[in-house]
């Protein structure tokens, strides 16, 4: 198994006609996500290597039944982003954006608690379920192997230099992700140390900490 996205997450990207937006939703289609569309306001009825583009996340939803948005909207418009996916009822949102003011992540983590979404990032490399699952982000989906353990990071250069050495050493994993390393991050160590802890696949956890905050400190108090 894995945590939060897999085989039936149906993906959507904010900011899609961007040249970003566009380079990392076919890095994830070329990996096996189901990739169903995209949002740019103003762009509707358009399309982006034969994926739909709409105007609205809603619209997104009800035409695509997307549970999942990967997010590559600028800073001063990012967290507008998030509150519209979190309103129209997607499931995980990834946010890929980095810059975003701090009281705008306060807004968004708000938002999101006050939800049933769950957010990752903002400024993280992403989420990805390996084998061919899914890769929602900018992660190198070829370094990952598919296995039990499950890799949780605040940083995006280190996750990847972890995932590569368990790769090479035979242990694959089950779901890696990168929670950011902003004040204010949408998941925190704990919430995905629960997770893992959930899932019957997941044998092993490999937590990667940063410099600043008390993160680490409380994920160590979880587990013990």
């Not at 739909?52 to 800073?75: C, G, L, R, Y």
Request: glycine residues 14%; contains cysteine.
């Amino acid at each position: 198994m894995s945590i939060l996205v897999g085989k039936n997450t149906r993906l959507i990207t904010q900011g899609i006609t961007g040249d970003a937006g566009r380079f990392h939703t076919l890095a994830c289609r070329d990996y096996g996500t189901q990739v169903v569309g995209g949002v740019t306001p103003g762009r509707g009825g358009s399309e982006v290597a034969r994926l739909p583009v709409f105007d609205t996340v809603s619209e997104a939803v009800q035409k695509t039944e997307a549970n999942t948005t990967m997010i590559f909207v600028p800073a001063p418009f990012a967290a507008d982003a998030v509150l519209e996916a979190v309103e129209a009822g997607i499931e995980v949102v990834v946010c890929i954006t980095e810059g975003i003011p701090a009281l705008d992540e306060v807004r968004m983590k708000q938002a999101v608690r006050a939800s049933d979404s769950v957010l990752i990032g903002p400024n993280g490399p992403g989420v990805i379920s390996p084998g061919a699952k899914a890769k929602i982000g900018i992660m190198p989906g070829y370094i990952h192997k598919p296995g039990g353990v499950g890799v949780v990071s605040r940083s995006g250069t280190l996750t990847y230099e972890a995932v590569w050495q368990l790769s090479e050493l035979g242990l694959g994993q089950s779901t890696c992700l990168g929670i950011g390393g902003d004040p204010v991050p949408g998941t925190l160590f704990v919430d995905t140390l629960k997770r893992f802890q959930e899932d019957p696949e997941t044998e092993g956890i490999l937590m990667i900490g940063e410099i600043g905050g008390t993160a680490e400190e409380e994920a160590a108090a979880f587990v013990k």
